[in-house]
């Protein structure tokens, strides 16, 4: 196979899921990526790597005028929803400048097929039972917001330049590799599940947010799906828009809606463990049930979900497990080898004053991230 695929967020952790599925498939890959919450060694040794942020334009002009791009995958954005209550701008800038700039360059570079993450937060709050995609959109947070505007952006520049699209709205995504080489590995863990196990792993008490949402028992519902299976519908999506068809959304769900508290429960059994939990007030942001209707993505792509919550928690746990020492605050060092495939795609700049930018970075982000979250 010749096809070259872009995948920026490729060092995070659901692109780089991605990413390895790709060239398991033969497709060659790059990864754009500016190690804000990357990997280095998460990204898989067959992929080429560019430091670089999508926002960068003399960067993202580089990449496609190098090389013969068949489609992009969008991984790279910011994720957090209180942290983009507590911050709008730093999420505008991210999640939708870089869409435009990818755009451009995709119209520039004649690059017609757009495979984007997008969220269940475009939403809102829903009443419907399983939320299919023509649901009424009314993000409820900036983070929703910016992914509702880079999905209005990605339709337009279908109507305007022709370049397609697969949009794929995500409920919420846990688990790792079987093999636990890769998985959620942020420098502090905001999401339920991750959350839980460091719980259990570290005895750390930790908090439900809230217990008084309209559901069977008070905690917000949500509806989880294994990464892998996540990332299985990227690589369809992409293989559809190279088919040559047209350009669509999906929700990727389980169609199984959890309650936080049953979330705790399910961890307890899996893990044989107690958790030391107290209720916490509602969190800035949060709706009370999102759970997914999938039948469109299994129909139109023939997706499957292989993995239930229990192989979620299990696949988390064991990759917290191995990886406690790689993913430590050294994490961007770039490992031996890595140099080689980095400097070939940034001849011109000084990769290694980059990194170190980086690791001073990473510092304030994770300041910043402590303090929206009261840790
Ligand atoms: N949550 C919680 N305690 C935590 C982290 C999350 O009670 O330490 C709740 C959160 O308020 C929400 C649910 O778990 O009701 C799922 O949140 P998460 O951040 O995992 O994903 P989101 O649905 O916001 O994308």
């Known amino acids: ?64 005028e190098n090389n ?34 990818l755009l451009r360059a995709c119209n520039r570079y004649q690059v017609r097929n757009f495979v984007f993450s997008s969220t269940a937060a475009v939403y809102g709050t829903c009443k419907d039972e399983a939320i299919t995609e023509d649901h009424p959109l009314s993000p409820e947070s900036p983070y929703g917001f910016t992914k509702y505007v880079a999905e209005k952006l990605l339709i337009d520049a279908e109507k305007a330049y022709g370049i397609k699209h697969v949009i794929f ?15 959620e590995a942020h420098p502090v863990e905001t999401h339920l599940i991750p959350v839980t196990i460091n719980s259990c792993i570290y005895n750390r008490p930790m908090q439900v947010f809230g217990n008084d949402f309209n559901t069977r028992d008070g905690t917000c519902l949500r509806d989880y799906i294994h990464v ?58 949060d709706a009370a049930s999102i759970v997914a209707s999938n039948s469109k993505a299994k129909e139109i792509l023939g997706w499957t979900i292989e993995n239930t919550l229990q192989d979620m928690i299990q696949d988390d746990y064991n990759f917290r497990m ?27 700049k000084n990769v290694l004053s980059l990194l170190e930018d980086i690791e001073k970075e ?12 009261n840790l």
């Open 1 to 64: 196979m010749n096809e070259t695929i872009l995948v920026s967020g490729g060092a995070g952790y659901i692109g780089s899921h991605a990413v390895k599925q790709l060239l398991n498939l033969g497709y060659k890959v790059i990864v754009l990526d500016n190690f804000s919450t990357g990997h280095f060694q998460a990204v898989d040794p067959r992929a080429m790597v560019v430091v670089g942020d999508i926002r960068d334009k003399e960067v993202v002009k580089a990449v496609f």
């Open 68 to 101: 013969k791009i068949s489609g992009v995958m969008n991984f790279a954005a910011k994720i957090i929803v209180p942290e983009s209550v507590k911050n709008p701008l730093a999420y505008y800038d991210d999640n939708i400048l870089g869409v435009m700039t």
């Open 169 to 183: 709205r995500y409920f919420n995504v846990a688990g790792a590799s079987k093999d636990s080489s890769i998985g």
């Open 228 to 285: 892998l299976d996540l990332a299985k519908a990227h690589v369809l999506g992409m293989k559809h828009l190279l088919d040559g068809k047209e350009s669509e959304i999906f929700n990727l769900g389980s169609q199984t809606g959890y309650t936080n508290l049953e979330i705790l429960k399910t961890v307890e059994s899996v893990l044989q463990k107690k958790i030391n939990y107290t209720f916490g007030p509602r969190r800035a942001g």
């Open 322 to 348: 191995k990886n406690k020492n790689l993913y430590g605050s050294k994490r961007y060092k770039v490992p031996y080898g890595y140099k080689k495939r980095l400097l070939a795609y940034n001849s011109n």
């Open 362 to 373: 990473d510092e304030k982000i994770l300041t910043n991230i402590k303090k929206v979250n």
